[in-house]
């Protein structure tokens, strides 16, 4: 049973972090659109318009390895409040 949970998510180019609500079945895709959807268009831009984005934890280097995409919330063992990055793939 999915449960509701809240990470700070921080996307790349952002000066702002957002408290995001997801739930622990969505997939890192569905918290990918859960950070966007508040962001994009209002104080902020897609990184890069068109290509997919990436979820991984937020670190002091930003070299975190990036989740699966169809990994959920609940798989990757993220925390309530836990800080995480969306962010482009350097390949893309």
């Known amino acids: ?3 509701p949970l809240a990470v700070i998510g921080r996307l790349q180019y952002d000066a702002h972090t957002r408290i995001i609500d997801v739930e622990t079945g969505y997939t890192m895709d569905q918290v990918v659109e859960a950070c966007l959807a508040p ?3 209002y104080q902020a831009r897609h990184p890069k318009p068109g290509a997919s984005l990436l979820v991984r ?3 002091d280097t ?3 390895e990036p989740f699966p995409r169809n990994m959920t919330v609940e798989e990757a063992g993220l925390r309530h409040f836990q800080q995480i990055d969306v962010f482009v793939p350097k390949d893309q």
């Open 62 to 64: 930003d070299d975190a």
């Open 1 to 3: 049973m999915s449960k």
């Open 39 to 41: 962001a994009v268009g």
């Open 57 to 59: 934890l937020t670190t």
